[in-house]
């Protein structure tokens, strides 16, 4: 692919096509865009096209996002595939790159500062060692749209270290980076204060210097997360003195009249409290000095900081500062005195958990936003929850004299309330916000709150004020009131009692048909949590026969759901619509017949345009659930399902629409599993062929449900595939799996299969290749993964084919062999072997080499014998070795891959592991049994040849077994 102006329009064609709302213009332009990614020269051209000035900025910023996407999908080599950038392309990119990055408008370099953090994560520094060097000389060239690109790219290659596991590479890393940055950066934060002074009149100016100021601040927390550096150790006077400076400092030139979105100045001490919350919780030895002078300066600010939804995180880290040092028994004494207790509650708790104006915006025209913050746990930079987070740890230290202060404002608000429900609604809400905090000390995602405050009788809240409000006919009255009571619900289910968790059931249900989005979908959401509660015996808490009365209303409210504006694809509906049909089970039955198109109208719906990952992995589980309730009373329906769900899947295949297809085979396997028959049907032979496709298992995310799939038909209609000549197809793709590290396993389950199923004299012309394949990639790149998987093929193998017939395989292969793979493979690895349907196999095919083989005992193998039946002995008795080698394949996970299409299992569609030695109940047994067929004499001699335990325990099981020697 040359670089050359006709190159160039006609990738910048495609590109605009990208960007259009027509799904018939767009998907070809990617589609086109995703066939050339691998041609040589192709990140250049795209790279040259983004530099160029007089192309349209949009069609530009579409060819830095596609390059960043481009990065991200190909830049990590995958384990077992090939490279699909050219040697020339990484080299070129990473010369070019810092220096167009640097010198584009803001929206490219955002994009490009991505990429440069992506290439980082994998080449820095080992292969890209020039990196911090090419950015550090940006600092002196004085200009600072440069200077904040360099800053946005450390602060975007450094901000990893804030989540990832301490390792020896990564503290490698970390002293690279601050041995060459931790000096420049701290010179340049000087400076820029400098500027601060000399720059003190020019409004313009002081947005870039402080905008840098925020960065690097950024850049400072990334580099002290993990621990504290020597370096910033030893400068540390001189970051904290400048932090309190930027803390306390006031420019008005900067203040902004917008409420909404903070300026660069409440960014700037947010994140200066986010430093300083970081040092109070890790360093708190080293930081000790200065806690005094910025507790004083957090007072300050939290008292003169206004309510404006654009101070919320600056007021949330603050508040979060003292959380951090009211939570240390060295400070206590600065919090103890009921003085200053009684200022933090009323002057900075209580203001900061009343609902606001913006708090009411949020809720009525971004629900979603507002669920996620709030049923998520996703608000963790709001002002709420950092007052939530404050009353707990001064109810930890201080309950009954915090509780005697709140109790005040709780009588208050309520009375308040009472007297004016429809204007002081929210004083109510902030009661029930303040009641939840300080009542909560055990939480978990699963169960709620498990543990509560003594002083907050949680019972007695529920009944006086709880349930007086879900009792109300009207469910869209006091919107707000509602999911806050329902919500109460939903954080109390695990601790309060039974017979309120039941009985609010009904009023629940009934808001689902609330007009608000945050009301249903609270009430969805708790009826999904309720349900799935547990007594301690494992049993469910809400019973079947509770919840069947109800079953109309539920069903009916939560599909309705669903035909709401703006809540067509409410996850927590669908997922509160699985969990019913999975208490109900049978009971669905008469339902469905008019919920089953819903849910198939539904699917098609959502298969044009997949966006909603929980909500499409919620509708296919209830798919699945709804064919296993309904074919497990009736197997006729199956092809009922498969004449309804077809052609949907059909569309999903033809159109490859990726999200949805490790889900359409997963739903094909379970329906074939299903089947009693001994035939699959013409409509599954007819996919059969295109299932074989290599490119299908290019998509990691296809990989274990297509291979679950092909098992299915393989055990169905083995010989409907040798009719249509695709056994070598079959076989093509069981060399492709066992090749890769990563999914080796998958091609040992498919090859199981086929012998399981397949005539010997059918596969008769392949076994000797299989077997070179497997012993090629054993000396290639063995794993503990690969021998363990290897060993239970080959004990599978010996029961169906038997000992003589591997032993003369392996020795056609190569001479005396067998003892090899006895001496180096079994005898030492046996004992990694795991799973109780593995570890049975593995058994019995050793007992097999052992009982049923004269080669084993009349020729040179013999000397082997007592070693393996040692070893056999140990497996049974000694536990499992779970250890792994450090070359195994382990998959990376994270936010550098791209988009792929993740296997999602469907817990629905599951099918458990079949037994298929379900005849041996007992290997013990089994091995004895076969034992005791040797020439007379035989066994007891080889018992003198065993290690004493090992011969003990041999004993034991002839003795258990009622076989003499």
């Not at 002196?140 to 596991?165: C, M, P, Q, W």
């Not at 925020?214 to 030893?234: A, H």
């Not at 954080?491 to 309060?496: N, V």
């Amino acid at each position: 692919m040359e670089i050359d102006e006709r190159n160039v329009l006609t990738l910048s064609s495609y590109l605009k096509h990208t960007l259009s709302p027509d799904v018939n213009i767009r998907r070809p332009a990617e589609k086109f865009l995703e066939s050339i990614e691998t041609n040589q020269n192709y990140p250049a051209l795209l790279l040259h096209l983004i530099g160029k000035q007089d192309y349209d900025s949009t069609i530009r910023v579409a060819g830095a996002v596609a390059f960043k996407n481009y990065i991200k999908r190909n830049w990590k080599v995958e384990e077992d595939l090939p490279d699909r950038i050219h040697a020339v392309d990484r080299d070129t990119i990473k010369n070019l790159i810092v220096n167009l990055m640097l010198h584009s408008p803001d929206s490219i370099q955002r994009q490009l500062s991505d990429a440069v953090s992506i290439i980082g994560r994998h080449d820095f520094p080992d292969k890209w060692p020039d990196l911090i060097d090419q950015m550090v000389e940006k600092f002196n060239t004085g200009d600072f749209h440069i200077i904040n690109g360099v800053l946005h790219t450390a602060h975007s290659l450094f901000k990893r270290y804030r989540y990832e596991f301490k390792s020896q590479s990564l503290w490698t890393e970390i002293k690279f980076v601050l041995d060459k940055f931790a000096k420049p950066l701290t010179d340049l934060f000087l400076a820029t204060m400098n500027l601060t002074e000399i720059h003190a009149n020019n409004t313009e100016a002081l947005k870039v210097i402080y905008n840098s100021l925020t960065i690097l601040s950024k850049v400072f927390y990334s580099l002290n997360f993990q621990d504290l550096p020597e370096f910033f150790e030893d400068n540390m006077d001189t970051w904290m003195s400048n932090f309190h400076r930027l803390l306390t400092v006031n420019v008005p030139a900067l203040q902004t009249d917008d409420d909404e979105e903070p300026g660069v100045i409440e960014q700037l001490k947010s994140q200066v409290c986010d430093n300083i919350v970081l040092y109070a919780q890790k360093y708190d030895e080293e930081f000790q000095k200065y806690v005094p002078q910025f507790l004083e300066a957090i007072w300050k600010l939290l008292y003169e900081t206004g309510q404006q939804a654009k101070n919320d995180t600056l007021v949330s880290n603050s508040l979060q500062f003292l959380v951090t040092v009211a939570d240390r028994a060295h400070y206590r004494e600065l919090f103890e005195n009921p003085e200053t207790l009684r200022n933090i509650c009323t002057n900075l708790i209580t203001p900061n958990i009343e609902f606001r104006e913006s708090d009411s915006e949020l809720f009525e025209d971004n629900p979603e936003e507002y669920i996620r913050r709030d049923v998520e746990g996703s608000d963790v930079d709001t002002r709420r929850r950092a007052a939530c987070d404050l009353v707990k740890v001064l109810a930890k230290y201080y309950g009954a004299k915090v509780m005697d202060i709140f109790g005040v404002y709780v009588m208050q608000r309520l009375e308040e309330y009472a007297a004016k429900p429809s204007e002081n609604w929210s004083k109510k809400d902030a009661v029930i916000y303040l009641v939840t905090s300080s009542a909560s000390k055990g939480q978990t995602q699963k169960h709620g709150v498990t543990q509560s405050n003594e002083f907050v009788p949680i019972p007695h809240f529920a009944t006086q004020h709880i349930l007086t409000e879900l009792a109300k006919p009207n469910v869209n009255e006091l919107p707000v009131i509602k999911a806050s009571s329902i919500k109460f619900i939903m954080t109390f289910r695990s601790i309060l009692p039974r017979e309120i968790v039941v009985s609010c059931l009904p009023d629940i249900i009934r808001h689902l048909g609330a007009t608000s989005i945050v009301v249903h979908t609270y009430a969805a959401c708790a009826i999904d949590k309720i349900l799935s509660l547990k007594n301690p015996d494992h049993s469910p808490l809400v019973k079947v026969e509770e919840v069947l009365p109800l079953a109309s209303n539920l069903l009916n409210g939560l599909f309705n759901i669903l035909s709401m504006p703006n809540s067509d694809e409410n996850e927590y509906a669908m997922k509160a619509i699985m969990r019913s049909f999975g208490v109900l089970k049978d009971h669905i039955l008469p339902y469905l017949g008019e919920l089953l198109p819903k849910l198939t109208e539904k699917l098609t719906v959502v298969a044009g345009n997949p966006s909603r990952p929980n909500f499409n992995h919620f509708l296919f589980e209830t798919l699945s659930l709804s064919i296993r309730i309904v074919c497990k009373s009736n197997m006729g329906a199956i092809e009922s399902f498969e004449a309804v769900l077809f052609p949907i899947f059909q569309g999903i295949l033809t159109q490859d629409i990726q999200e949805f297809i490790p889900y359409v085979f997963q739903i094909l396997a379970l329906l074939l599993e299903l089947r009693t028959g001994s035939e699959v049907p013409d409509s599954y032979m007819a996919l059969f062929p295109c299932l074989l496709a290599p490119s299908l298992f290019d998509r990691q995310g296809n990989i274990h449900p297509l291979n679950r799939l092909l098992q299915a038909y393989v055990n169905l209609g083995a010989h409907q595939i040798i009719a249509q000549d695709k056994t070598s197809g079959l076989l093509g793709v069981f060399q492709k799996l066992i090749a890769s590290k990563a999914n080796d396993h998958e091609g040992f389950l498919l090859m199981q299969a086929i012998i399981q199923h397949f005539p010997p004299e059918v596969l008769q012309p392949y076994i000797k290749q299989v077997f070179v394949l497997l012993f090629q990639r054993l000396s290639s790149s063995k794993t503990t993964k690969f021998v363990k998987n290897l060993i239970v093929f080959f004990a599978y193998y010996i029961i169906k084919y038997g000992p003589t017939n591997f032993i003369q395989l392996i020795d056609e292969i190569q001479p005396q062999m067998f003892g090899m793979i006895v001496e180096r493979l079994i005898i030492v690895d046996l004992q990694k072997v795991s799973g109780d349907i593995d570890r049975k196999i593995a058994a019995v095919g050793i007992s097999n080499i052992l009982t049923d083989c004269p080669a084993m005992i009349e020729s040179s193998y013999n000397l082997y014998y007592p070693k393996l039946l040692a070893s056999l002995i140990e497996f049974f008795e000694l536990p499992q070795d779970n250890t792994v080698n450090g070359d195994d394949f382990l998959p990376e996970v994270g936010n550098d891959q791209g988009y792929q299409a993740a296997y999602s299992q469907l817990i629905c569609a599951k099918n458990p592991k079949k037994d298929p030695l379900e005849a041996i109940p007992d290997v013990r047994l089994h091995l004895v049994q076969g034992l005791s067929k040797l020439q007379p004499g035989q066994l007891s001699g080889l018992l003198q040849q065993l290690p004493a335990p090992n011969a003990m325990h041999l004993k034991n099981y002839l003795q258990s077994a009622g076989i003499n020697l």
